[in-house]
């Protein structure tokens, strides 16, 4: 077994924990109100305008032992540039005030998830930081294009609304291989690290999950 096989088997239930998270089981099942989705896309926004900046101040923190990575990062960087002004964009597109959630605060999970991996690079092993990789791009490889499918359907908003999901999908795909092929390549050590940070930001990532306004279930009349 390959260190991200077992990466992958290790955190089953910190990956279920997210899953069963209300607004993921109302999304899938086709039960999801615009309020919802344009709050989902709203903290979206907020993490993912970080992702840029993080990745910088990762390649300037890696330890020789990690120089290896610097080429990888450098690709991240420039295949992430932009995706918050997708977000913005579908925001827009979907009825929303994209402004409105550019000067905003994020709520406090998403802080939270963001203020740990800017920590976790600056204070901790800059390997951790894989591990946040490793969840978001699992958790959009698993969800994201079966969730953009079903919100469009409940909500008949137009394609240009999901651009962020759909293209983060089909492009995380891609990234996952990627990934595979980097952490196999570490240190025992460092792979502890990004298992152990995959497992906190499971929690994390959940937790903004958890935090969005899920459906109202109607009781039917007897």
Known sequence: ??????LTSVTTAER???????????????????????????????????TTPLLMSLGGRLPERLAWLRRAVAEYIEEELGHEEWILEDIA???GDANAVRVSLPELPAELMVAYAYDLIQRGN??????????????????????????????NLPNSAFSYLRSHGTLDIQH???????????????????LRCAKVFYHLYGAIFRALPSTPQVNPTC
């Open 1 to 6: 077994m390959s260190f991200y096989e077992e």
């Open 16 to 50: 279920q924990q997210l899953f069963s998270a209300p607004i993921v089981a109302d999304c899938l099942q086709g039960r999801v109100e615009l309020s919802g989705y344009l709050a989902f896309l709203a903290q979206a926004y907020h993490h993912v305008r970080h």
């Open 93 to 95: 597109a979907a009825g």
């Open 126 to 155: 800059p390997a951790g930081f894989f591990g946040m990789v490793f969840v978001l791009e699992g958790t959009s490889v698993a969800l994201a294009l079966m969730a953009a499918d079903r919100i469009q359907q409940a909500l």
């Open 176 to 194: 996952t291989k990627h990934l595979a092929d980097l952490v196999n390549q570490m240190t025992t050590t460092d792979q502890q690290e990004v």
